[in-house]
């Protein structure tokens, strides 16, 4: 017999999470909540980002740090308040943030002279410090990210996905040349994509925004979008080709190669907290919590079964496995709070979406195994203590790819294809996923398409450029792409 059935592992603690089925919304808010992940603060709009929700947010950032300092780019960082003169200096910029600007107007007891805004995003401050650092061909190209927080006035908000102030990294670069240019935002596209794919086991598609939807003062934006378990799309990274925009807006110039006087070419790029929500709805069930190994602040739990003088018995064994395991590099914790039983732990650890679970009682010992229960696929099997540390491991890998497969497929059967806008309207209606469809190009019909469906162009994947000879599948016009549509969060 099981350690697990003698511990009645059947039992179910959080009957206070609502089923997905039920209501989404209020399912992921619950899982937010029950799960210690983030809570909300006197200050509306704005979230506490609890010590668990922090550990996952902290393995997301440890694994981008490590891939843009790897592909040569620096941190530093950049003041929070940026003055009102600097974000008027690019039109289409100041247009698109001026609604979402938090702004600063007194210090201490007098009021400012020139209002200062908090940063809802930093190409300008970059951009005047760029202009004092270049000056050859030979200070490019320019590589800085910074980690930052940032304010951006939110009417309605909902913790990680979209809150008025959050974190993430902002890339900010310039180059020579134009094609310098395009290949830094592609190369971040898919840096984020590999991110998304391998860490936090989220399946994206990758393309290009329309004109409508690209960054406010970019000349292309590309981004990554996923597929969350409701069917709805999650904007999950954006790589923008700034052309030279803000560069003949804050005057960075250089010497050429041949001499002559060049403005930049640069770039911005970003991922936020927002790839925590992603996590949560992509792999999340009704129990709680699913979290890929490679994310989870911990990867292993072990529950000792405590029968007869545990204390003296099991949890030495226990101590002695935890210790094996965090010498092999994995995260585990140990969990020998005797004011709970194994069945409250079974459900509190599934609720939080530790990827594997071990238990350790009397019989276990005698057999010299281990009783292992994954929380994906809730498959369970006796692993041999001897080489434990190894067939854990593997496990642990065997979860990470046994995850992305599973939000793979869920993303394969919710895309469609279609080239009627009736069909298009019905599946919009019913299940709705990805639809990939004809259009022509025209921001009317995009906004049409937008206020008669919800759906928006999340992007125009590579590789799906040219639809010819197809009709607009909203005016019959000649299509010129086959955008990926969805209704997004
Ligand atoms: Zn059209």
Same mark, same amino acid.
């Given at each position: 017999?099981?350690?697990?059935?003698?511990?009645?592992?059947?039992?179910?603690?959080?009957?206070?999470?609502?089923?997905?089925?039920?209501?989404?919304?209020?399912?992921?808010?619950?899982?937010?909540?029950? $799960?210690e992940?983030?809570?909300?603060?006197?200050?509306?709009?704005?979230?506490?980002?609890?010590?668990?929700?922090?550990?996952?947010w902290?393995?997301?950032?440890?694994?981008?740090?490590? #891939?843009?300092?790897?592909?040569?780019?620096?941190?530093?960082y950049?003041?929070?308040?940026?003055?009102?003169?600097?974000?008027?200096?690019?039109?289409?910029?100041?247009? /698109?943030?001026?609604p979402?600007?938090?702004?600063?107007?007194?210090?201490?007891?007098?009021?400012?002279?020139?209002?200062?805004?908090?940063?809802?995003?930093?190409?300008?401050?970059?951009? %005047?410090?760029?202009?004092?650092?270049?000056?050859?061909?030979?200070?490019?190209?320019?590589?800085?990210?910074?980690?930052?927080n940032?304010? #951006?006035?939110?009417?309605?908000?909902?913790p990680?996905? #979209?809150?008025?102030?959050?974190?993430?990294?902002?890339?900010?670069?310039?180059? !020579?040349?134009?094609?310098?240019?395009?290949?830094e935002?592609?190369?971040?596209?898919?840096?984020?994509?590999?991110?998304?794919?391998?860490?936090?086991?989220?399946?994206?598609?990758?393309?290009?925004?329309?004109?409508? !939807?690209?960054?406010?003062?970019?000349?292309? &934006?590309?981004?990554?979008?996923?597929?969350?378990?409701?069917?709805?799309?999650?904007?999950?990274?954006?790589?923008?080709?700034?052309?030279?925009?803000? $560069?003949?807006?804050?005057?960075?110039?250089?010497?050429?190669?041949?001499?002559?006087?060049?403005?930049?070419?640069?770039?911005?790029?970003?991922?936020?907290?927002?790839?925590?929500?992603?996590?949560?709805?992509t792999?999340?069930?009704?129990?709680?919590?699913?979290?890929?190994?490679?994310?989870?602040?911990?990867?292993?739990?072990? %529950?000792?079964?405590?029968?007869?003088?545990?204390?003296?018995?099991?949890?030495?064994?226990?101590?002695?496995?935890?210790?094996?395991?965090?010498?092999?590099?994995?995260?585990?914790?140990?969990?020998?709070?005797?004011?709970?039983?194994?069945?409250?732990k079974?459900?509190?650890?599934?609720?939080?979406?530790?990827?594997?679970?071990?238990?350790?009682?009397?019989?276990?010992?005698?057999?010299?195994?281990?009783?292992?229960?994954?929380?994906d696929?809730?498959?369970?099997?006796?692993?041999?203590?001897? /080489?434990?540390?190894?067939?854990?491991?593997?496990?642990?890998?065997?979860?990470?790819?046994?995850?992305?497969?599973?939000?793979?497929?869920?993303?394969?059967?919710?895309?469609?294809?279609?080239?009627?806008?009736?069909?298009?309207?019905?599946?919009?209606?019913?299940?709705?996923?990805?639809?990939?469809?004809?259009?022509?190009?025209?921001?009317?019909?995009?906004?049409?398409?937008?206020?008669?469906?919800?759906? &928006?162009?999340?992007n125009?994947?590579? /590789?799906?450029?040219? $639809?010819?000879?197809?009709?607009?599948?909203?005016?019959?016009?000649?299509?010129?792409?086959?955008?990926?549509?969805?209704?997004?969060?």
């Amino acid at each position: 017999m099981s350690s697990s059935s003698a511990a009645g592992g059947g039992e179910t603690f959080v009957k206070e999470i609502t089923p997905q089925t039920e209501d989404f919304s209020r399912w992921y808010l619950d899982v937010v909540r029950k $799960a210690e992940l983030a809570d909300y603060s006197p200050v509306k709009g704005f979230m506490v980002i609890r010590p668990y929700g922090y550990a996952i947010w902290e393995r997301i950032q440890q694994e981008l740090d490590t #891939r843009i300092k790897a592909t040569g780019h620096v941190n530093a960082y950049f003041p929070l308040l940026i003055p009102e003169s600097l974000l008027l200096k690019e039109a289409e910029h100041v247009e /698109g943030f001026a609604p979402q600007v938090a702004w600063v107007t007194r210090g201490g007891t007098e009021d400012l002279e020139e209002k200062l805004i908090i940063r809802p995003t930093s190409e300008t401050i970059f951009g %005047v410090m760029y202009q004092k650092w270049i000056q050859s061909w030979r200070d490019l190209p320019l590589l800085i990210n910074q980690w930052a927080n940032i304010v #951006r006035w939110e009417k309605v908000t909902r913790p990680f996905l #979209r809150t008025t102030e959050f974190l993430w990294q902002e890339g900010h670069t310039a180059h !020579e040349t134009a094609e310098e240019a395009q290949e830094e935002t592609l190369k971040i596209l898919a840096l984020y994509k590999e991110v998304c794919e391998a860490v936090l086991a989220v399946p994206v598609i990758d393309g290009q925004k329309t004109e409508s !939807e690209k960054f406010a003062g970019a000349s292309k &934006t590309y981004s990554i979008e996923a597929l969350m378990g409701d069917g709805r799309a999650l904007q999950a990274g954006t790589s923008h080709n700034l052309g030279q925009n803000f $560069a003949k807006a804050f005057e960075i110039q250089f010497q050429g190669r041949d001499k002559t006087l060049q403005y930049a070419w640069t770039t911005s790029w970003g991922v936020t907290t927002r790839l925590v929500g992603a996590v949560i709805m992509t792999h999340g069930d009704d129990s709680g919590l699913i979290l890929p190994p490679k994310v989870a602040p911990w990867q292993v739990v072990i %529950v000792p079964i405590p029968r007869g003088n545990w204390k003296e018995t099991v949890l030495p064994k226990c101590q002695e496995i935890r210790d094996q395991l965090q010498a092999a590099g994995i995260r585990v914790k140990l969990d020998a709070d005797d004011g709970n039983t194994p069945g409250w732990k079974f459900s509190e650890y599934e609720m939080r979406g530790v990827p594997l679970r071990l238990e350790i009682g009397p019989k276990d010992i005698e057999k010299s195994s281990v009783f292992a229960a994954r929380r994906d696929t809730r498959a369970k099997q006796s692993l041999p203590m001897d /080489g434990l540390a190894a067939r854990v491991t593997s496990l642990l890998d065997e979860i990470q790819s046994a995850l992305l497969d599973r939000a793979r497929a869920f993303r394969d059967s919710h895309t469609s294809a279609t080239t009627s806008y009736e069909e298009f309207k019905s599946i919009m209606d019913g299940r709705p996923g990805f639809v990939q469809a004809p259009w022509c190009g025209s921001a009317k019909c995009e906004a049409d398409i937008k206020a008669e469906t919800q759906a &928006t162009i999340r992007n125009i994947p590579f /590789g799906f450029e040219k $639809a010819p000879g197809v009709p607009c599948i909203k005016c019959n016009g000649d299509a010129i792409v086959t955008a990926w549509f969805a209704k997004a969060y």
